[in-house]
């Protein structure tokens, strides 16, 4: 009975279909050669060859046909239940909805406070914090690599008491917290953890992520400090010490965001994502880690782009694929160390400077894509991002965006709602299959670290983003207000601007504290972290001595460089 099922399911997949697969293989085949080929001929279509960004060709119907390889149980299964291609939630958003977490910070921490106090207050649910660069490789504001940069892109983070101020007022056992930091990360967690400290909350209180994921700085965005072997050596440092004292926080965030927005196909996205997963997997273990201890709390990060229904089907490919590699690759037992958790960012490469409020329209597609593909949490860009930081009023118009899915479409009152759909099914299990293929070619170089050293990866991305500008250039790719529909405009108004001064406040700020901290303490809290550095011992601890003396960013990013050295990347 359970056999007869099982093929039923096969051939019902996409919905009720009382043709057997041969007549309805025949029937297909008619109405192709006639129907449909009769058509074309009278009326062209747009294009000769439709298809998605990862050049796969896009048919003009899909029917049971398409998905007749498809197993129900095997390959799609419930929601809550491996292999999780449909949610890893029972009740997804029927229970909760996803976080709405807007991406900021600018300028000094103060700044940057009152920002989040804003958001806030207009019903966002989670913080993300955008880091200035200085902050991101590991600079202080005073240092001659930061002029000009300070507050720019993010908050400049120079010490524990910018931190302090940081979130000086938001009750952090109450929000949820995601920091974009990568090469530091461990010194802006121990950050973290003490401000909560100092506010009475207990590690093991602490909900949030950290970036942290190191490998796709070295393919895609250039935020690096150390070469790969110490700087996988920090991550997997934070796993452990994550494990023991910070559980309910997520120890890393594999982000296909950047690879993404580098001009990565949405395969090539998953692709090497998950590539750099498993070799945060393997090091982990290689270390001494149990996968059950640490991999129930890595989670992923992911762009979401125009092509509603692609994006819908890389996240379900995504989930099953994660599953799938965490059972049987590394013998995981837990459910929680198979479910690939995410978060999605609305695409920042696809924004225009060029009749910016047409930019609500793409984030409101890219945001429905990341909730029907069943995203935990969201960020929507702002409609002047293409231009400058967001402005309040951008800012609250991305919020309501979210809110507006979330309360008025419906689309979060049933699970996986496109699933069952001809063409969503064998998309899911197309890019399943073309994801594979890329692991498979990473595996035979020894991993993701190989791939990356020998610029393969990068290569890759390059040669992807080069057609999709080429397309463009052609008009192959149609980009509305850019290259095509396009009007004479007045130039931007009410544009955020971060003050210039904002560098020698910094610099004033850290004068002081320099002048009035224990200068000893600062001291021997270094030299602890340097002897350690130079062995094998879990550097957490000495990090957050040392963030509590008040040494800063930069001290300490100062003593690892002197210990580990910096990366250096070679040409591609």
């Known amino acids: ?113 009152a920002r989040y106090k804003y958001l806030l207050g207009q019903g966002q649910t989670g913080l993300s914090v955008a880091f200035d660069l200085p902050t991101q490789i590991g600079y202080d504001s005073d240092h001659e690599l930061a002029e000009g940069e300070v507050g720019k892109v993010g908050v400049a983070i120079d010490s524990l008491l910018d931190m302090e101020t940081l979130f ?150 995504a989930r099953r694929l994660w599953a799938r590699i965490m059972k049987d690759r590394f013998g995981a037992k837990d459910r929680k160390s198979m479910q690939l958790r995410f978060h999605t960012q609305t695409a920042g490469s696809t924004l225009t400077a060029q009749q910016p409020d047409n930019n609500i329209v793409r984030v409101t597609l890219q945001a429905l894509a990341a909730v029907l593909g069943g995203t935990q949490s969201l960020h929507t860009n702002s409609r002047d991002e293409a231009l400058a930081l967001p402005s309040e009023d951008s800012v609250r118009i991305a919020l309501r965006t979210q809110q507006i899915i979330a309360y008025e479409s419906g689309v979060a009152d049933t699970i996986d709602p496109l699933a069952g759909s001809y063409y969503i099914e064998a998309l899911t299990d197309g890019i399943e299959k073309a994801v594979m293929e890329y692991i498979e070619k990473i595996d035979e170089m020894g991993g993701a670290v190989s791939a990356i050293e020998r610029g393969y990866i990068q290569k890759e991305i390059e040669d992807s983003a080069y057609r999709y500008q080429m397309e463009i250039e052609s008009k192959e790719r149609i980009i509305v207000g850019l290259n095509e529909f396009t009007t004479e405009e007045e130039p931007p108004k009410d544009l955020l601007k971060v003050d210039p001064a904002v560098g020698e406040r910094q610099k004033a700020k850290l004068l002081e504290l320099r002048a009035t901290r224990d200068g000893s303490r600062v001291e021997a809290s270094l030299g602890a972290l340097r002897k350690a550095a130079e062995g094998d011992a879990n550097l957490m601890p000495f990090i957050l001595d040392a963030v509590r003396a008040y040494a800063t960013l930069g001290e300490i990013c100062g003593v690892l460089r002197a210990v580990f050295g910096e990366y250096k990347p070679s040409g591609v």
């Not at 399911?9 to 009769?38: H, P």
């Not at 994502?273 to 945060?280: E, F």
């Not at 989670?299 to 890389?314: G, M, T, Y």
């Open 168 to 317: 000086d007022g938001i009750p952090l056992e109450k929000v949820s917290t995601s920091m974009t930091i990568n090469a530091p990360a461990a010194i802006l967690l121990a950050m973290y953890i003490v401000v909560a400290e100092k506010q009475g909350v207990s590690p093991d209180k602490l909900n949030g992520t950290i970036q942290n994921d190191i490998l796709k700085e070295y393919a895609a965005r250039g935020t690096y400090i150390f070469p790969p072997k110490p700087s996988m050596r920090l991550i997997t440092n934070i796993f452990e010490y994550c494990s023991a004292n910070v559980p309910r926080w997520n120890t890393i965030s594999i982000s296909g965001y950047h690879i993404r927005e580098a001009g990565a196909t949405a395969v090539q996205e998953v692709a090497f994502t998950l590539a750099d997963g498993i070799a945060y997997v393997e090091a982990a273990i290689k270390a001494g880690l149990n996968v059950d201890d640490f991999a129930p709390r890595l989670s992923f990060f992911f762009n979401s782009h125009n092509d509603i229904l692609e994006e819908v089907a890389k996240f379900r490919a």
């Open 1 to 113: 009975m359970i056999a007869l099922d099982r093929a039923r399911l096969q051939v019902m997949i996409g919905g009720i279909c009382q043709l057997s697969q041969d007549e309805l293989r025949k029937e297909f085949s008619r109405w192709k050669s006639g129907t449909y080929e009769k058509a074309r001929s009278r009326f062209a279509e747009r294009k000769e060859r439709f298809e998605g960004s990862s050049g796969r060709e896009i048919e003009p119907l899909y029917t049971p046909l398409h998905t007749e390889q498809i197993d129900y149980l095997r390959d799609l299964g419930f929601p809550g239940e491996y292999p999780y291609t449909r949610g890893v939630q029972p009740t997804m958003y029927r229970g909760r909805l996803w976080t709405m977490r807007q991406y900021a910070g600018f300028g000094t921490a103060e700044e940057s406070n």
